[in-house]
């Protein structure tokens, strides 16, 4: 039987296609009904009599016909017939009836036929209604159950119940099979004709009864802990879990109520904190405000945020040419209201620099422009110092003799005891704030924090690619950790601490608990329906040259000292004496672009930052004086 309606559903849909064919089907549908309607009414009021023939009978069918197309009856996807196509129906009937006793006035039909015409337009409204019906219910015939995915719902709320219309209406796909649900009172009650089957502590036994596929967390109020807690039950069940979006989503209304996949960024997210951003916007508004490294992960987040705190003006420096071009476009589209201007250029390019400064004055400098990648800096030391030290102290001297309010730099927790060049010259920029802050009007501050999930060329776009490739994972050491945290959450705070700096802090943002990187492996893997080490391999390949397991927020010489806000903290430490600091950085960047001069600067480097641990290995080739 499945497979005649399977075969007639076939033939159907060719003809529906076709958009004659569908014209001549709803048209001899149409005309068929309204006909057999009135015959079946003149039957009933009076069997054996025929009160509508001739004239009559032709300008009540030709009446219903053209109201029905005038109103669009035979528009509209029928598959998905509802209560409004049902209104639709009503309102043709109801003028169509107006219309025609009007027409029996004229012609001088009596009181006979107006109850004939009242039955008439009755069966209109239940035929018209019922076979729409009928479409929608023959249409979402699918194929053979076992094809079909098996779904079970968390949550029997309104979530539960705009997630469980969702995936009905893909009846060639899925099938739901049930809803969790933790109030007792919902137990057994049913939604859409889907039972509640238990509640969610029940998730690993539901599932493998059921033998359910997806999981679809219909919880829009759901944080990060209950997230994590609900998607754990389902990789322990051996089924994908898929999320209806959040109330935050929703709220940003760039998101519709689509159900999508869960991601590693739901899982790593931290309970949001409801913040006053009156303060901050009072700093920003009707600034002049300029944001290296624009077209970064981090600089673009900058941006975006600085831009809705109505600035004057946004100058977008980057050397990127085209990422720096599409995020100018983007941003002219989002924010029109503000100002925008790209800034093609380097920042070791002081000439140019100095140009900009004079032309357009900026009044907070927000510097997030670096390079960043550890295994890339260790055998390019002179770039790393070039961009991170050098371009970081011009862009310094610049701020202070321009008399810019604020320069906020974004430093990293490998700044902290480093090991590597990156960490080095992330250090030296933060002691530079420090150095420039004496006897300047300019609040320089230094923001540091840990690894942001999704920036470019971080672990989660790797693993992400490793995974499409069908694996193998590579995952540096069993046991190496990392702090995480959202973009938009990171830069909130940096744009938070510049308003609370009065110059020459670091501010270190609070970044919860370090993740091992072995478990965001699995989680990836199995969030992407995959079973770790039998479907996707996970394999170790060392630590890389100057790469800890671990990292850290202060070094030992630093105090920690709380702010009025919750998750910023400051590392109070203090430098000796900055004019020589200045000499002995001016020098670390003279040596760099000397051959033959390694080991004079890693020890140059290591009186500069006196926390900096030199990897046992590296110290053999300074000994070897390689060249730079
Ligand atoms: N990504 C993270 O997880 C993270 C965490 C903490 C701190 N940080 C720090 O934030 C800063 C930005 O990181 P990101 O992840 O956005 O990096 P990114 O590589 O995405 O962005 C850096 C941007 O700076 C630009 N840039 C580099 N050198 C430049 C130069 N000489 N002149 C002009 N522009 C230049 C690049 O073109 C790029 O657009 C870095 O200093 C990094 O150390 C990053």
């Known amino acids: 039987m499945r497979k005649r309606i399977l075969f007639f559903k076939t033939l159907t849909d060719r003809i529906v296609r076709n958009n004659r064919g569908r014209f001549l089907l709803v048209l001899s549908a149409f005309c068929g009904l309204i006909v057999f309607n009135l015959l079946l009414s003149d039957y009933l009021v009076y069997p054996g009599k025929v009160v509508f023939s001739g004239l009559f009978g032709f300008i009540i069918v030709a009446s219903q016909l053209g109201l029905a197309y005038l109103f669009g009856v035979n528009r509209g996807i029928w598959k998905y017939s509802s209560i409004s196509d049902l209104i639709l129906i009503v309102k043709v009937a109801a003028v169509s ?3 025609n006793i009007v027409s029996m006035l004229v012609t001088g039909l009596g009181h006979d036929a107006l109850r004939i015409l009242l039955v008439d337009h009755m069966l209109f409204v239940l035929s018209f209604g019922g076979l729409r019906l009928l479409v929608r219910l023959y249409r979402n015939v699918g194929p053979v159950p076992s094809t079909l995915k098996r779904v079970l719902i968390v949550g029997a709320g309104d979530g539960g119940d705009i997630a469980c219309r969702r995936v009905k209406h893909d009846t060639t796909q899925y099938e739901v099979v049930g809803f969790l649900d933790d109030d007792p009172w919902k137990k057994n009650h049913e939604i859409h004709g889907v039972k509640v089957l238990g509640a969610t502590h029940q998730i690993v036994e539901i599932v493998q009864a059921n033998e359910v596929n997806e999981v679809v967390i219909a919880i829009p109020s759901a944080g990060p802990a209950l997230l994590r807690s609900l998607a754990e039950k ?39 904190i409801i913040e006053d951003l009156s303060s901050v916007r009072k700093t920003y508004v009707n600034k002049r405000v300029l944001v290296t490294g624009a077209a970064g992960s981090i600089g673009e987040e900058l941006v975006k945020q600085v831009a809705q705190m109505g600035p004057a003006i ?12 599409f995020l100018f476009r983007e941003c002219q589209v989002k924010f029109p209201n503000v100002e925008f201007v790209p800034m093609l250029c380097d920042i070791t390019d002081h000439w140019a620099l100095g140009r900009f400064f004079k032309q357009a004055q900026p009044q907070i400098v927000l510097h997030a422009a670096a390079y960043k990648h550890v295994p890339i800096l260790e055998d390019n030391i002179y770039q790393a110092i070039s961009v991170n030290v050098e371009g970081t102290k011009k862009l310094a001297e610049l701020s202070k003799e321009h008399g810019v309010e604020r320069f906020v730099f974004i430093s990293t927790d490998k700044a902290v005891n480093p090991t590597n060049i990156l960490g080095v010259t992330k250090r030296m920029a933060e002691l530079l704030c420090k150095v420039f802050q004496e006897n300047s009007k300019t609040k320089f501050i230094a923001v540091r924090f840990g690894n942001v999930i999704g920036s470019q060329g971080s672990v989660i776009p790797l693993f992400t690619k490793q995974i499409q490739q069908g694996g193998p994972i590579t995952v540096t050491h069993p046991d190496i950790k990392r702090y995480f945290m959202m973009i938009p959450e990171a830069v909130q705070l940096v744009l938070f601490a510049s308003v609370l700096g009065n110059g020459g802090e670091i501010f270190v943002l609070d970044m919860g608990k370090q993740v091992k990187i072995m478990d965001l492996a699995v989680n990836m893997i199995r969030l992407c329906g995959f079973e770790p080490n039998t479907d996707i391999k996970i394999e170790f390949c060392g630590l890389r040259p100057g790469e800890k397991l671990y990292e850290e927020l202060y070094d030992e010489t630093e105090k920690v000292c709380p702010t009025k806000h919750p998750k910023i903290n400051m590392a ?6 900055s004019a020589s600091l200045l000499k002995n950085i001016n020098e670390c960047a003279a040596l760099s672009k000397q051959d033959g001069k390694m080991s004079e600067l890693y020890k140059l480097l290591k009186r500069v930052v006196t926390t900096y641990q030199l990897a046992p290995s590296l110290c053999d080739e300074v000994i070897k004086e390689k060249n730079v």
């Open 314 to 325: 946004v100058y977008l420096l980057d050397q990127a040419e085209s990422p720096l071009y």
């Open 234 to 272: 389902c990789f322990e069940a051996k089924a994908q879990v898929k999320i209806m979006p959040s109330l935050s989503e929703l709220s940003e209304n760039s998101a519709t109520f689509e159900i999508r996949n869960l991601k590693l960024e739901d899982l790593l997210a931290r309970e949001p």
């Open 97 to 99: 009836f107006a219309l």
């Open 572 to 577: 109070i430490g203090s430098i000796d004496d």
